[in-house]
């Protein structure tokens, strides 16, 4: 079992820059890709950005170019550096991992980014 708390999330002006932070506990060593998805009012989730083991990254072209993943495997914690918030960014982000042993997928509870134009 994987559990995932996340922080950092809160009003920006457009511009602005947040860094939103996903630590992890529990069965932390059979991680393999982490992640943030997004979820806007009244829109489906999608994904943002993608970190796998390897430190292989992929983003939505909607980020691409201003927002950054990481991880830092020693703290069992992925990081989101948002650049140049735009409105657009508004919405709930929410850390996502997947582990090979057992295959599993885990969600945090969410963490709302707020940008004001």
């Known amino acids: 079992q994987v559990q995932l708390v996340e922080s950092g999330g809160g009003l920006m002006q457009a511009g602005g820059s947040l860094r939103l932070s996903c630590a992890a506990s529990g069965s932390t060593f059979s991680i393999d890709t982490m992640g943030w998805y997004r979820q806007a009012p009244g829109k489906q989730r999608e994904l943002v950005a993608a970190i796998t083991g390897g430190r292989t990254t992929n983003y939505a072209d909607s980020v691409k170019g201003r927002f950054t993943i990481s991880r830092d495997n020693a703290k069992n914690t992925v990081y989101l550096q948002m650049n140049s918030l735009k409105p657009e960014d508004t919405a709930v982000y929410y850390c996502?991992?997947?582990?090979?042993?057992?295959?599993?997928?885990?969600w945090g509870q969410g963490t709302q980014v707020t940008v004001s134009s």
């Open positions: 996502w991992v997947w582990t090979f042993s057992p295959g599993q997928t885990y």
